[in-house]
């Protein structure tokens, strides 16, 4: 008998899902499935009860909301025997996208109830784990604004990244990777390990979650008109025809943003200060394994 320990963010997706441990019950036998559920209540509860559930040494940890839930349950899950499973319920749910499990429930129940894994990377920045992007450009400023918005819609996104480009000022930076140094104003620092960011978009339509390598997009200061076509093309699904983004592969890059003591980041789509002006990211190779198609 298997057993799989569930942990549910509530208000994911607005609340509208109302998953609980009756539905779940539902789509898992009693006699093949051992099931159990957590609530998460406020931000990194979700990590707080996968490290008590990790005790109890389940099968599957599967975490029932958007990326942000699925990061924190995911983090203490590195190192560990314990398989991912992933019920997207949040609202971009870009990690699932690009791990191809659906939203309907019955589907994405179905692959955690198969129990075919596949081992994916992790990225790490300082002591901060992310297995979909992180940035500390004006990304990070979007997720910082879209956060006080009551609603957690694409039309709130666009409103955040709408303000957000009007008041992002580019940060000077220095970046070191593939043995070379450059030195920029940067407007977007963004690095992925997936090829979706949530609502379909995407930076780094290429990137591959276990091919080694995490994807570094970086775009220095632009004026009004660029900012307007990058962002055109961001929501068309059109990046690859931003000219002036430059981009990369890499296994680590340390990034120093002068001039600052304290950094506004985004990890998995979730608002952080990180109070340092370092940060040094780098990749664990198929770190986690995780239930999928």
Do not use: W
């Amino acid at each position: 008998m298997k057993y799989i320990h569930f942990i549910i963010n509530p208000i994911s997706g607005d609340g509208k899902h109302n998953l609980t441990k009756t539905v779940l019950k539902k789509y898992f036998s009693d006699k093949e499935f051992k099931i159990e559920v957590d609530y998460s209540n406020y931000k990194k509860h979700a990590l707080i009860l996968t490290k008590s559930v990790i005790a109890k040494n389940p099968d599957y940890i599967v975490a029932c909301g958007g990326d942000g839930t699925i990061s924190e349950v995911a983090s203490s899950l590195i190192n560990t025997k314990i398989k991912l499973g992933i019920i997207p319920v949040g609202s971009g749910n870009g990690l699932a996208s690009n791990l191809n499990i659906p939203k309907e429930l019955e589907q994405a129940s179905e692959i955690i109830r198969n129990g075919k894994t596949k081992f994916i990377d992790v990225g790490k920045a300082n002591d901060l784990y992310f297995f979909s992007n992180m940035g500390i450009g004006i990304d990070a400023l979007i997720i910082k604004k879209y956060d006080n918005y009551n609603q957690r819609t694409l039309t709130s996104y666009i409103r955040a990244s709408i303000a957000s480009s009007i008041q992002f000022k580019p940060m000077k930076t220095i970046l070191s990777f593939n043995n070379q140094i450059i030195n920029t104003n940067s407007f977007l620092l963004f690095i992925s390990n997936s090829n979706e960011m949530g609502y379909g978009m995407s930076l780094t339509p290429k990137a591959i979650l276990n091919d080694g390598l995490l994807d570094l997009v970086l775009v220095s200061k632009l004026n009004f008109f660029d900012k307007l076509t990058l962002g055109m093309r961001v929501i068309s699904n059109k990046i690859e025809k931003f000219k002036k983004s430059q981009n990369a592969l890499v296994e680590k890059i340390s990034i120093e943003i002068l001039d600052k003591i304290s950094l506004d980041a985004q990890i998995d789509g979730e608002y952080y200060n990180l109070k340092t002006n370092k940060i040094q990211v780098i990749i664990i190779k198929n770190g986690l394994e995780v239930l999928t198609n």
